[in-house]
């Protein structure tokens, strides 16, 4: 299986992107779907998570304009971010993982760029 993404860009500070990961096989029970982001020189962090029950969480920085959902198919996830800032700059990465032992899985896309100019 794998995970693509798009929707990266280049955007002006106030603006909207919405990242799109959808996966190229069949994903049964996942546990969370998951996006990342990767700044050069700081740690991998989790932006929005959503679980299998549908409960969501979210980075504390972008709480309020990011919106993590899935479709009903489970084959998707997307990130709806509103009213970017420049320190959301980043490579936007979705992880999918699930399963029950011995077919746990845990697929990662590459990863979509998306830049906020101030």
């Known amino acids: 299986v794998q995970l693509v993404e798009s929707g990266g860009g280049l955007v002006q500070a106030g603006g909207s992107l919405r990242l799109s990961c959808t996966a190229s096989?069949?994903?049964?029970?996942?546990?969370?779907m998951n996006w990342y982001r990767q700044v050069p020189g700081k740690q991998l962090e989790l932006v929005a998570e959503?679980?299998?029950?549908?409960?969501?969480t979210y980075l504390d920085s972008v709480k309020g304009r990011f919106t993590i959902s899935h479709d009903s198919t489970k084959k998707s996830v997307y990130l709806q971010m509103n009213r970017l800032k420049p320190e959301d700059t980043g490579v936007y990465h979705c992880?999918?993982?699930?399963?029950?032992?011995?077919?746990?899985?845990?697929?990662w896309g590459q990863g979509t760029q998306v830049t906020v100019s101030s």
């Open positions: 992880r999918i993982e699930g399963g029950s032992p011995p077919w746990e899985f845990d697929y």
């Open positions: 096989g069949r994903i049964d029970s996942f546990n969370s």
């Open positions: 959503i679980t299998s029950g549908g409960k969501t």
